[in-house]
């Protein structure tokens, strides 16, 4: 777009045709840079939750127990509109997604220790994991 005065832009839409007929000062290739700016809506509301939780709980010097569980959880609601008269859609346009995600793991971790003589230490470990995911 050539070097202009913005101010040649602040009506973009004709008198009387108001949101149906943009104003196009250079070409009908182009969208106005207002109508673009304020009347082309990108809107998003997103929400997340994120968390743990962790036991750590000792038997005795040579039992011990860790239990864990955690969320990502998320929602995402965006909006897309366009109004009549833009370049890519002459008819307006209108759009709404929802999206939601949801994951949660949980695992357990004994942790085993025997001593066979001063010098020598034996470590067992044992544990497992649980994951959902939700879309």
């Given at each position: 777009?050539?070097?202009?005065?913005?101010?040649?832009?602040?009506?973009?839409?004709?008198?009387?045709?108001?949101?149906?007929?943009?104003m196009?000062?250079?070409?009908?290739?182009?969208?106005?840079?207002?109508?673009?700016?304020?009347d082309?809506?990108?809107?998003?509301?997103?929400?997340?939750?994120?968390?743990?939780?962790?036991?750590?709980?000792?038997?005795?010097?040579?039992?011990?127990?860790?239990?864990?569980?955690?969320?990502?959880?998320?929602?995402d609601?965006?909006?897309?509109?366009?109004?009549?008269?833009?370049?890519?859609?002459?008819?307006?346009?209108?759009?709404?997604?929802?999206?939601?995600?949801?994951?949660?793991?949980?695992?357990?971790?004994?942790?085993?220790?025997?001593?066979v003589?001063?010098?020598?230490?034996?470590?067992?470990?044992?544990?497992?994991?649980?994951?959902?995911?939700?879309?």
């Open positions: 777009m050539p070097n202009i005065d913005a101010a040649w832009l602040d009506q973009n839409w004709l008198p009387g045709k108001e949101r149906i007929e943009q196009t000062p250079f070409s009908n290739l182009l969208d106005n840079p207002r109508t673009i700016s304020y082309m809506v990108n809107a998003q509301n997103k929400n997340n939750l994120i968390g743990n939780v962790q036991l750590d709980y000792k038997f005795t010097n040579e039992l011990s127990l860790m239990l864990r569980t955690g969320i990502d959880m998320g929602y609601k965006r909006k897309q509109s366009r109004p009549f008269d833009t370049y890519k859609y002459a008819f307006g346009y209108y759009r709404e997604q929802s999206i939601y995600a949801e994951e949660r793991n949980s695992d357990f971790y004994y942790n085993i220790i025997t001593n003589r001063k010098t020598i230490v034996l470590v067992f470990q044992l544990g497992s994991l649980i994951k959902q995911q939700i879309h």
